[in-house]
């Protein structure tokens, strides 16, 4: 399986084709893509108001790439209230999972509700696990899961108060480092690129992956270098580093044989 995350230069606007650019960005891809690879897309990339224009533009480039995407988050109207809520697709276009984000941060709670639904599901027999942008703060939802998660993954927005992104940076960096080798999984962040003049609400471009299972202190988080990088994963020696974990008593779960 190869992971694929995105962050490119989005705009926080309607009438912006956010959809449009992710889609041109990754269509070079294309061809190094198969069904079990996984492309992840930021959180709240499209601002459309249509929640079927959302759903289908996912589907549609789950079947152009060939491979599954999780489609970042979508502010889902909802009987008077909205929930930021996201779809995941297979290569066929058929959607595969369904997810909320259930911590919604600072102003953002003023816009949506909380949600209740984990995005869990598999590829080629390995679980996933979506937790959106801030969710990924919160420990206590990795003890929600019902099987423990070979790969998290985290579409994100994350928006910043300082005038630098490094400082939110540095933050989200130690944090996936730190998930990944306390859960004992692979994670990787997608985002909005860092714009020094942005329009709309200033991201810092925090994306990357973090490794557990590398001995080389510069490899334990690799940030996404330009628009679209590609990650291949290695779950046989994520087992491996399992198994050593569980055998020092430092994993969290009873590793599966």
């Given at each position: 399986?190869?992971?694929?995350?995105?962050?490119?230069?989005?705009?926080?606007?309607?009438?912006?084709?956010?959809?449009?650019?992710?889609?041109?960005?990754?269509e070079?891809?294309?061809?190094?893509?198969?069904?079990?690879?996984?492309?992840?897309?930021?959180?709240?990339?499209?601002?459309?108001?249509?929640r079927?224009?959302?759903?289908?533009?996912?589907?549609?480039?789950?079947?152009?790439?060939?491979c599954?995407?999780?489609?970042?988050?979508?502010?889902?109207?909802?009987?008077?209230?909205?929930?930021?809520?996201?779809?995941?697709?297979?290569?066929?276009?058929?959607?595969?999972?369904?997810?909320?984000?259930?911590?919604?941060?600072?102003?953002?709670?003023?816009?949506?509700?909380?949600?209740?639904?984990?995005?869990e599901?598999?590829?080629?027999?390995?679980?996933?696990?979506?937790?959106?942008?801030?969710?990924?703060?919160?420990?206590?939802?990795?003890?929600?899961?019902?099987?423990?998660?070979?790969?998290?993954?985290?579409?994100?927005?994350?928006?910043?108060?300082?005038?630098?992104?490094?400082?939110?940076?540095?933050?989200?960096?130690?944090?996936?480092?730190?998930?990944?080798?306390?859960f004992?999984?692979?994670?990787?962040?997608?985002?909005?690129?860092?714009?020094?003049?942005?329009?709309?609400l200033?991201?810092?471009?925090?994306?990357?992956?973090?490794?557990?299972?590398?001995?080389?202190?510069?490899?334990?988080?690799?940030?996404?270098?330009?628009?679209?990088?590609?990650?291949?994963?290695?779950?046989?020696?994520?087992?491996?580093?399992?198994?050593?974990?569980?055998?020092?008593?430092?994993?969290?779960?009873?590793?599966?044989?």
């Open positions: 399986m190869k992971l694929v995350l995105v962050q490119p230069r989005l705009l926080y606007d309607p009438q912006a084709d956010n959809p449009g650019l992710v889609r041109r960005v990754l070079p891809y294309a061809e190094e893509l198969g069904p079990d690879d996984l492309v992840v897309l930021p959180e709240h990339f499209d601002l459309r108001p249509s079927a224009e959302y759903e289908g533009a996912v589907c549609e480039l789950a079947q152009e790439l060939r599954h995407v999780v489609g970042g988050s979508h502010h889902e109207e909802r009987e008077g209230h909205r929930v930021k809520a996201g779809i995941a697709a297979e290569p066929n276009g058929e959607i595969i999972a369904r997810y909320e984000k259930l911590r919604p941060y600072a102003d953002e709670r003023l816009r949506v509700q909380e949600g209740s639904s984990l995005g599901f598999s590829i080629g027999g390995r679980r996933l696990l979506v937790l959106v942008c801030a969710d990924f703060w919160f420990s206590d939802l990795f003890h929600r899961t019902t099987a423990l998660p070979d790969l998290v993954v985290v579409p994100a927005h994350s928006v910043t108060r300082k005038p630098s992104p490094d400082y939110s940076r540095a933050l989200w960096r130690h944090l996936a480092v730190s998930r990944a080798y306390e004992g999984v692979f994670v990787g962040v997608s985002d909005w690129a860092h714009a020094p003049a942005p329009v709309g200033p991201a810092s471009g925090v994306g990357g992956f973090a490794d557990p299972t590398t001995v080389d202190p510069a490899a334990m988080y690799l940030p996404i270098s330009g628009a679209v990088q590609i990650y291949p994963l290695d779950f046989d020696a994520l087992d491996a580093f399992r198994r050593d974990r569980a055998a020092r008593g430092f994993f969290w779960r009873k590793v599966q044989d």
